[in-house]
């Protein structure tokens, strides 16, 4: 099978650091992505990684490492509008037909004054 | 602009009602997918399709149906077989093979039972 598994929620206050874990079990694997998906919204593309290591993308910066099968996303100098849900989301070929995605439960983020 | 289109925003469904939500990309893009997504939960899978006249179910494929006629348009039928329809369904597109490439989302249709 198949599965994500990420924090439900973490709370932190603005300007500060907060890191939002996932950790995966997925039949092959190509690739994590981070999503960002506000009340109501459809999810907007972050981050992704295809190889070990980290990826920066002003103050968001994503990680993996596969031997351990666990990504986090950072996000820093935390604003009030980066209070949203994050999703995780493993890239997989399933029968090596094409290409589909999983995503992880969400981690729901309350940034506080 | 480029993007994609979810029509309507809002839908009700009458008991043993089929009931088909619109999809429309104008990305060029050859993958197309469907998700259903339940308050407080992630995205699962209900169909993809990686090229017209082509489509795989996903992981919660039963009450519903898809069609891929043309490469902009990917229609989800959800069909009175499906008895828990109330949810938040989202369209994606992404470019076919490349990894790095994002899915892009469509504003979603929120789908109830009257």
């Known amino acids: 099978g198949q599965s994500l598994e990420q924090p439900s929620e973490v709370t932190a206050v603005e300007g500060a650091i907060v890191q939002i874990n996932c950790t995966y079990q997925?039949?092959?694997?190509?690739?994590l992505s981070w999503y960002q998906q506000h009340d109501g919204g459809a999810p907007t593309f972050l981050s992704y990684?295809?190889?070990?290591g980290l990826e920066e993308t002003g103050r968001f910066s994503s990680f993996l490492s596969r031997s351990d099968s666990y990504g986090y996303l950072l996000l820093q100098e935390l604003q009030m509008k980066d209070s949203a849900s994050y999703f995780c989301?493993?890239?997989?070929?399933?029968?090596?037909?094409?290409?589909?995605?999983?995503f992880g439960p969400g981690t729901r983020l309350s940034v506080l004054p | 602009d480029g993007g994609i289109t979810q029509s309507p925003k809002y839908l009700f469904r009458k008991e043993g009602q089929n009931v088909t939500l619109s999809c429309e990309q104008n990305?060029?893009?050859?993958?197309m997918y469907w998700y259903r997504q339940d308050p407080g939960q992630g995205l699962r899978l209900i169909y993809y399709?990686?090229?017209?006249?082509?489509?795989q179910k996903g992981d919660i494929a039963e009450g519903y149906s898809v069609s891929r006629e043309k490469k902009e348009s990917f229609p989800l039928t959800v069909t009175s077989a499906q008895k828990n329809p109330t949810a938040f369904y989202l369209c994606?597109?992404?470019?076919?093979?490349?990894?790095?490439?994002?899915?892009?989302f469509g504003d979603g249709t929120r789908l109830s039972i009257l």
């Open positions: 994606a597109s992404s470019i076919q093979g490349s990894g790095n490439q994002p899915q892009h």
């Open positions: 997925t039949s092959g694997f190509y690739g």
């Open positions: 990684n295809g190889l070990d």
């Open positions: 989301a493993v890239r997989v070929r399933p029968d090596n037909y094409g290409q589909n995605f999983v």
């Open positions: 990305l060029n893009h050859d993958a």
């Open positions: 399709s990686q090229i017209v006249n082509d489509f």
